[in-house]
T-cell receptor
Framework: AQTVTQSQPEMSVQEAETVTLSCTYD???????LFWYKQPPSRQMILVIR??????QNATENRFSVNFQKAAKSFSLKISDSQLGDAAMYFC??????FGAGTRLTVKP | GAVVSQHPSRVICKSGTSVKIECRSL??????MFWYRQFPKQSLMLMAT?????????EQGVEKDKFLINHASLTLSTLTVTSAHPEDSSFYIC???????????FGQGTRLTVV
């Protein structure tokens, strides 16, 4: 069975600063995808970034990037130049679409 | 990105009645759809995975006779909460996997209140 673990229930960052959200996982698959989703107060789930396991290069989407460590089964999300609109719940998931417990990110002005 | 429409966004039903929630992929064909339940300030709990034309795969602890899932076409999956009780009140979310079998796109969610 695949599992996803997010050990940071809450994180806080100052506007314009950088923050890293952690995620570890376990899977027996050799090829898989990893995702970070964002859920703002509207509760609409939004894909932030995805990583294909067979790609060694870390995925990047504008201010969002990941640190994918396949051997360590770690998949952290880095948000650079944090903005007020980044405040939300962030969930990590494998391609079976089971989510971690989530991290609530607060952005301080 | 692809659009998934979930309807209704809010529904109130009487205890003992059934309520159906629809999930439609508007601009792509979804062979796989997912149904979640989310309690306040908690993560999304996967209830079941449905594949078009076959029976849904339910997660452990989810009553398949209570939460009926039908995925009769490549663009529509439905979740029917049968004989609803107040403890079934929750936020239900659906998602549909895109044809390239990568990320899933989410509906807006349905807030169910059973009175």
């Amino acid at each position: 069975a695949q599992t996803v673990t997010q050990s940071q229930p809450e994180m806080s960052v100052q506007e314009a600063e950088t923050v890293t959200l952690s995620c570890t996982y376990d899977t027996s698959e050799s090829d898989y995808y990893l995702f970070w989703y964002k859920q703002p107060p509207s509760r609409q789930m939004i894909l932030v970034i995805r990583q294909e396991a067979y790609k060694q290069q870390n995925a990047t989407e504008n201010r969002f990037s990941v640190n994918f460590q396949k051997a360590a089964k770690s998949f952290s999300l880095k948000i650079s130049d944090s903005q007020l609109g980044d405040a939300a719940m962030y969930f990590c998931a494998l391609n079976d679409m089971r989510f971690g417990a989530g991290t609530r990110l607060t952005v301080k002005p | 990105g692809a659009v998934v429409s979930q309807h209704p966004s809010r529904v109130i039903c009487k205890s003992g009645t059934s309520v159906k929630i629809e999930c439609r992929s508007l601009d792509f064909q979804a062979t796989t759809m997912f149904w979640y339940r989310q309690f306040p300030k908690q993560s999304l709990m996967l209830m079941a995975t449905s594949n078009e034309g076959s029976k849904a795969t339910y997660e452990q602890g989810v009553e398949k006779d209570k939460f009926l899932i039908n995925h009769a076409s490549l663009t529509l999956s439905t979740l029917t909460v049968t004989s609803a009780h107040p403890e079934d009140s929750s936020f239900y979310i659906c998602s549909a996997r895109d044809p390239e079998n990568t990320e899933a796109f989410f509906g807006q969610g349905t807030r169910l209140t059973v009175v």
